[in-house]
């Protein structure tokens, strides 16, 4: 399963909205929980998808 840019960052901002107060700035604890709340098989897709979290999740802590 490939997804480009736009999937990923379409499905990480849906899981931030959806469920805030789970994800952190650890890119290994947003792996796991991305794996237990989507049914993303590819490794390398749900990676994609927890390290663009991780990223939004450290902006979010690191702005004013």
């Known amino acids: 399963m490939t997804l480009d840019s736009e999937e990923i960052i379409s499905i990480g901002d849906t899981l931030v909205q959806r469920h805030p107060d789970r994800f952190t700035d650890d890119f290994e604890e947003n792996r796991h929980r991305v794996a237990n709340l989507t049914d993303v098989e590819s490794r390398r897709v749900r990676n ?5 979290v991780t990223r939004q999740m450290r902006e979010e802590s690191t702005a004013p």
Do not use: T, V
């Open 48 to 52: 994609r998808i927890a390290g663009y």
